[in-house]
């Protein structure tokens, strides 16, 4: 089976959850929602979120936009361009979260 992009972003959506299951690897949760995935595919696609939320994360803390003093994280339609050309699957509502949650760590 091809991971679709509702897959994906079930997947990535499990991978940036808070409270009890913050950090929690997103298999067992991802598996009762499509019990028809594979171990292996399973396996991709926790691997696959992993690698956005890394990426995105670095990109953020990496380029921060500074003015005199001040700093500003880079633009949201800057970190859109950049994560959209390699992970098109990635919806709105995701990608608003990847943000904001990429500019929280990179805060940290």
Not at 11 to 36: C, D, Q, T
Not at 46 to 52: G, I
Not at 67 to 94: L, P, R
Request: charged content about 30%; glycine content about 2%.
């Amino acid at each position: 089976m091809k991971l679709s992009k509702d897959i994906l972003n079930s997947g990535l959506n499990f991978s940036m959850e808070f409270g009890k299951n913050w950090l929690v690897e997103i298999n067992a949760r991802l598996s009762k929602v499509y019990p028809e995935l594979t171990k292996s595919e399973l396996n991709t696609c926790a691997e696959l979120c992993k690698k956005v939320n890394e990426i995105a994360n670095d990109f953020v803390y990496k380029n921060p936009v500074k003015t005199g003093k001040k700093i500003k994280f880079i633009d949201f339609s800057e970190f859109k361009n950049f994560v959209k050309t390699e992970y098109d699957w990635i919806d709105d509502k995701n990608l608003h979260r990847l943000y904001s949650q990429s500019c929280y760590y990179a805060w940290k």
